[in-house]
Each structure stands twice: as structure tokens, then as C-alpha cells.
């Protein structure tokens, strides 16, 4: 079996029961081990990872993103899908939807960043991020929707915030001025740094509630439990189709963007 596919569940998904043969493989990484969970799904080798942990436990801020990202490299990972519950800002997206992530906007703190940091052996890259996620495996989600009957929708631009707390309603007034559709908490990173790595990465938002101020109500964390537990099934249905649809072998350009990054 030469695909091998990396899986990040986010928030609400922390487990893929349709994988089989499950077993743990750790990766030792310059930034720590990592754990991962590999078996078969859909004909391809996967490594699947809980962002926050398999309790849910795991700040965004904490989440140590380098390390899981290298340990998907070493695990041979060329394609690597995320999943994202986010808020929305913009009613297009409504709650429940599945979205492709298309561009990002970045308000977090201190986050590493970059693989090697304030390290002068190793040449600064300055990478293209024009279109962050990679189109080839979009294009293999939007297939998996259409064969699976789910809908999804494209073009969102994500606001990547520090969290854990939600936002306020003026935090949310300002992003959607700058031209943002969903907010969360953790695709930053994640996203440039598979680039870096020089991995294929999309994420798949699932709207869990309406931003800040969008509704006149309060946002609780049950409401978006609740919904990620009404979509997991269809989630896990579309994960399956995408995995079954990316293209064994081939090349793309997200995976030679470092290479071009050097002055
Ligand atoms: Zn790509």
C-alpha cells in the first residue's frame, strides 16, 4: 500500500472508526514524540492525530503543531487533511456546514511558527502562502461530497484567533470587516507549517455555531459539541471519500513551495 494519507481531527473528532487495524506508532521528532494512530482506510495507509488530545485537553496555544507535523513527514504522509469546528461570521456558512478552508488571517501569539527558529545554521525561507490550503486535495473533497450526497461549501476565509475563549462581538465585527467568513483556534499553524514540511494540506471546517454577535445569544461550548456529534458520521463519510479519491504518487506544488524559498 503506497498512499499514505495524515488525518488531524480537531475538535469533536477523536477517534475514525473506519479505520482498520489500528495501532500506535511513535515518532520521535526535534520537538518531541509523538503518538500517532495508523491502520487502512479507504486503501491508503493513514495516520490519524487529535489536535487537542484524546480528552480534549490541550490548549490551542499548547498544542505542540511542529511535532505533529514532522512525525506526519516521518510517518511518509504526502497529503495530510485536517478538520476544523469553527464559528461563523458569515450567514452563507451556516451551522452544521462543512466548508473548505481558502485563505486565513492570523491573530494568534507567540506561536512557533516556523521549524527552526532563532537558528542561523539553517537558511531563512520565505514561502509562498498566496493559497495556503492545497487545491488538489479541495478538489478531491468537493468529489468525496458530491459521490458521498453532502454538501460543501468553498471559499472561507478563516480567522485564526489565540483561544481558548471565544470571541467578542467587536473581535468579530473587525474580522469580518477584513474579509473573514469562520473563526477558530488552531489552523494556524498547522497549515504553514505542513508547507514547510512540504506536505499537501487542506482542512475541512465543520460550523459548530454562529460567531460572536452574529445571533443575539451567547455562545456555549455544548452547542458546538452538540453539533460535531450531529455531523461526525457524515464527517467521518466525507474523510473516507477524500482519503479514496487523492491521487496515488503524482506531485503538486505545495510540496516544492519551500524549495523556492530561499534568497
Ligand atoms: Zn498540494
Redesign the pocket.
Known amino acids: 500500500m503506497s498512499k499514505r494519507v495524515g488525518i488531524i481531527g480537531g475538535t469533536g473528532i477523536y477517534t475514525l472508526p473506519g479505520i482498520q487495524g489500528l495501532h500506535e506508532e511513535r515518532y520521535q521528532t526535534p520537538f518531541g514524540d509523538v503518538a500517532l494512530r495508523v491502520g487502512e482506510l479507504a486503501g491508503a495507509s493513514v495516520a490519524f492525530l487529535t489536535r487537542h488530545g484524546e480528552h480534549h485537553n490541550l490548549a490551542p496555544g499548547d498544542i505542540n503543531v511542529r511535532a505533529n507535523i514532522w512525525a506526519m513527514r516521518e510517518f511518509g504522509a504526502e497529503?495530510v487533511v485536517a478538520t476544523a469546528c469553527c464559528g461563523s461570521m458569515n450567514p452563507d456558512y451556516a451551522v452544521g456546514d462543512f466548508v473548505l478552508l481558502d485563505q486565513f488571517l492570523e491573530f494568534t501569539k507567540n506561536r512557533p511558527a516556523r521549524f527552526f527558529e532563532n537558528d542561523p545554521t539553517k537558511p531563512l525561507l520565505h514561502i509562498d502562502y498566496t493559497d495556503p490550503y492545497?487545491?488538489?486535495?479541495g478538489a478531491c473533497v468537493k468529489r468525496a461530497a458530491e459521490s458521498a450526497g453532502l454538501q460543501v461549501k468553498e471559499g472561507a476565509t478563516y480567522c485564526c484567533t489565540q483561544g481558548p475563549r471565544f470571541e467578542t462581538r467587536a473581535e468579530i465585527r473587525m474580522m469580518r470587516i477584513l474579509g473573514g467568513d469562520l473563526v477558530g483556534h488552531t489552523n494556524y499553524p498547522e497549515v504553514v507549517l505542513a508547507r514547510e514540511a512540504g506536505l499537501?494540506?487542506a482542512a475541512i471546517a465543520i460550523v459548530s455555531n454562529m460567531a460572536a454577535g452574529i445571533l443575539d445569544q451567547p455562545i456555549t461550548a455544548e452547542e458546538c459539541k452538540t453539533v460535531m456529534s450531529q455531523r461526525f458520521e457524515a464527517l467521518q463519510k466525507l474523510l473516507e471519500g477524500t482519503v479514496a479519491m487523492l491521487p496515488e504518487g503524482g506531485d503538486?506544488?505545495?510540496?516544492h513551495a519551500a524549495d523556492k524559498a530561499i534568497l
Do not use: M
Not at 134 to 137: E, G, V
Not at 252 to 255: G, I, K, Q
Open positions: 497529503q492545497c487545491r488538489t486535495i499537501c494540506y503538486c506544488a505545495c510540496r
